[in-house]
């Protein structure tokens, strides 16, 4: 019978701790530059489709790039590329990568209706998610202090200002109106929709278990063949991240693409908001590879720390009350889940004095 696993709590490790704090940065940074991109009225006046596919072209070359300087260091390695069953391999690869194709897109319909630091804050959830999924689908068990600090964890994500969302009624705004009043810029997709926080904080809750999923399938797949680099098994799930989002800018932006341009809309800010979305996916592989998904989500729990902080003066939030509970919560949470359990033997201990003979 097999039994259940215990993961190591080394995911802040010497060598663990870059990637652990590369894809914390990299997270931080995505929701911020994304609402930076919004137009002067709050919502994105460029081609969602188009962005998120840049984003997955850019990544594709990334890796392309890095498995050819990869090969030609160590030519020894071009033997563990390809897997017994390349197709298999390459048809697996798109389970993750569908996901990853929801989720990066609802990301921007999402923060038409929350601000950064509650959208980390609910998303800390996948936590929870994730220590399921671990216990149901790589039976890695988990101790009840690591339990009970998952329940921290939402009671902090619960303190948030979710019931305070400053998005307007489910209108259609912005770019829609313009299209209807046929002015060019306008169209119908997902980043004009317009809705009340609480549809945000769902979508939230959906895109948190989607990522978990995917998470964990995927670290899966990049363990399941230690030897393969990680630039060629990116590669595989990049190029479905590829035609699935053509697809899907040509469904939804098609129109307003042949007759504006691919990049109409676009500025630096929007550009650096793709660089980033594509340094997130990347360093998160690298996490899944080298460290495991527990690594992920207390990367995102970082990168939520980060936004809250810079969201207050670059956004003017308040930093209130049920913030700074979140905060205490979500780090105490952190500590607790991260502390060995042997450590507890060690701790607050007083030495015994041997008894003295006569």
């Known amino acids: 019978m097999r039994t259940a696993q215990r993961w190591p709590t080394m995911m802040f490790s010497a060598r663990q701790a870059p990637f652990t704090v590369s894809a914390a940065v990299a997270m931080a940074l995505q929701p911020i530059l994304l609402t930076l ?5 709050g919502f994105f006046e460029y081609s969602v489709g188009s962005a998120t596919l840049a984003c997955e072209v850019l990544k594709l070359l990334f890796s392309a790039a890095g498995l050819c300087v990869l090969l030609v ?15 298999r391999e390459f048809a697996q690869f798109f389970v993750p990568s569908l996901i990853y194709f929801v989720n990066n897109n609802l990301v921007f319909v999402i923060l038409q209706a929350l601000d950064p630091s509650t959208f980390q804050l609910v998303s800390q959830t996948k936590t929870i998610f994730t220590g399921v999924l671990f216990r149901m689908m790589l039976r890695r068990r988990l101790t009840i202090f690591q339990w009970i600090a998952l329940f921290f964890l939402g009671c902090g994500t619960a303190c948030s200002q979710i019931p ?36 945000g904080v769902l979508i939230t809750l959906f895109t948190a278990a989607l990522s978990s999923l995917a998470g964990v399938y995927n670290e899966l797949l ?22 699935l989002n053509f697809a899907f800018m040509m469904m939804y932006d098609g129109a307003v693409i042949r007759s504006t341009g691919v990049f109409h809309g676009y500025t630096w800010v929007t550009w650096a908001a793709i660089i980033c979305n594509a340094s997130v996916g990347i360093t998160v592989s690298a996490v899944l590879k080298y460290c495991d998904n527990i690594a992920r ?30 905060l205490l919560l979500v780090i105490a949470s952190t500590l607790q889940y991260n502390i060995p359990i042997e450590y507890d033997a060690k701790f607050d201990q007083i030495e015994e004095e041997a008894p003295k003979t006569v």
């Not at 990049?222 to 035609?243: D, S």
């Not at 995102?300 to 049920?322: C, E, K, W």
């Open 222 to 243: 990049l363990k399941g063949r230690v030897t393969a680099p990680l630039h060629w098994q990116n590669m595989q799930m990049y190029i479905h991240g590829v035609w």
């Open 73 to 87: 260091r160590q030519p020894e390695l071009r033997g563990s590329v390809l897997s017994n069953r390349p197709w």
């Open 297 to 326: 989500v207390y990367a995102h729990s970082i990168a939520m720390l980060v936004v809250m902080l810079v969201s207050v003066p670059l956004f003017g939030l308040d930093l209130t009350a049920q913030l700074i509970i979140a």
């Open 164 to 199: 305070q969302g400053k998005a307007e009624d489910g209108h259609l705004q912005g770019t829609q109106f313009r299209q209807q009043a046929g002015e060019p810029g306008g169209h119908m997709g997902l980043e004009s929709l317009r809705f009340p926080a609480i549809v």
């Open 37 to 41: 991109s919004k137009g002067p009225q």
